[in-house]
């Protein structure tokens, strides 16, 4: 069974402005890039080596031992509400992905 670690979109990985369906008010809140790397990292190093082989480096942090999955979760109700459409929740995740 694979781990995974489920972080929350709006207020923990960006700022909650009210308006999350404009990619261009998209603010990383602080950490969250390099708590997303830290994870991103340890995935990309686990499917390098293989199955089983050694780490190459000791880990500086505890996620860099995991080969946990970095899942994020939204839950969109301005698109229920008609505020904006699944597009823009698309180009609103795109942004969060570059920055």
Do not use: K
């Amino acid at each position: 069974m694979r781990r995974a670690v489920f972080l929350d979109r709006d207020g923990t990985l960006i700022a909650n402005d009210g308006d999350l369906g404009d990619p261009s008010r998209v603010r990383l809140l602080p950490g969250a890039a390099e708590a997303c790397a830290i994870l991103h990292g340890a995935v990309a190093e686990a499917a390098a080596r293989g199955a089983g082989a050694p780490a190459a480096a000791s880990p500086s942090h505890p996620l860099e031992r995991s080969d946990a999955a970095l899942v994020v979760v939204t839950n969109q109700g301005g698109v229920a509400r008609g505020a904006y459409d699944e597009t823009a929740v698309e180009r609103t995740n795109n942004e969060i992905e570059s920055q």
